[in-house]
Each structure stands twice: as structure tokens, then as C-alpha cells.
Nanobody, 115 residues
Framework: QEQLVESGGGLVQPGGSLRLSCAASGSIFRLYTMGWYRQAPGEQRELVAT???????NYADSVKGRFTISRDNSKNTMYLQMNSLKPEDTAVYYCNAQGPFTSYWGQGTQVTVSS
């Protein structure tokens, strides 16, 4: 069964950096557009960034210039490099893979930006 597992979250000070990873259980994910979403307490889940199977990327305006999404299809893994983190980036970050008929989600990893 296809599965996504996030890692790399944690507590970081404002201005700091973190790198999130999303490991996919099957090679089929290399065919899918994948993305990162986040959900803060009391807020709706929102798009952070997506990357197509060919590597085309898309970012939310709030993270442009600070976050970089990438993928390594040989490792079935997607990454989110987050720099210049702000308190408003605090949220649970979810990995997503969009297949032709099914949307897959990871369990989420907490990112907290606080001094």
C-alpha cells in the first residue's frame, strides 16, 4: 500500500532553517505531482509548494524566496528546505501526492518557530 512519511520537523528560532523530508513507499510516486501543505491551529490547510514529476515548482506567495521544494525520484523522497523561518510558519506540515484518482497524505510533522 502506498504510504507517505514526513520527518524533519521541530522547534527553531525565528530566522532559522529546517529541512523536511517526505519518503514515499513506492516508486509509483515519481509519476505524481507532490506537494507540501500546512495547517496552523484554528486555520484551514493551505498549500505551501508543489513539484511536478518533471520538476516544475509552484509556491505560495508567503513562502516564495524562503522555501525550496525538491524531489529525488531515485530515492522516492521529496524535500522542503525552509529558510528565514517566521513565527507565522508555525504549523503541522503535510506531504501530499496527487495521483490520477487518489490523493495521498502523510501523517504530518510539527514545525514550531519561536524564540
Amino acid at each position: 500500500q502506498e504510504q507517505l512519511v514526513e520527518s524533519g520537523g521541530g522547534l527553531v528560532q525565528p530566522g532559522g532553517s529546517l529541512r523536511l523530508s517526505c519518503a514515499a513507499s513506492g516508486s509509483i510516486f515519481r509519476l505524481y505531482t507532490m506537494g507540501w501543505y500546512r495547517q496552523a491551529p484554528g486555520e484551514q490547510r493551505e498549500l505551501v509548494a508543489t513539484i511536478s514529476s518533471s520538476g516544475r515548482t509552484n509556491y505560495a506567495d508567503s513562502v516564495k524566496g524562503r522555501f525550496t521544494i525538491s524531489r529525488d525520484n531515485s530515492k522516492n523522497t521529496m524535500y522542503l528546505q525552509m529558510n528565514s523561518l517566521k513565527p507565522e510558519d508555525t504549523a503541522v506540515y503535510y506531504c501530499n501526492a496527487q495521483g490520477p484518482f487518489t490523493s495521498y497524505w502523510g501523517q504530518g510533522t510539527q514545525v514550531t518557530v519561536s524564540s
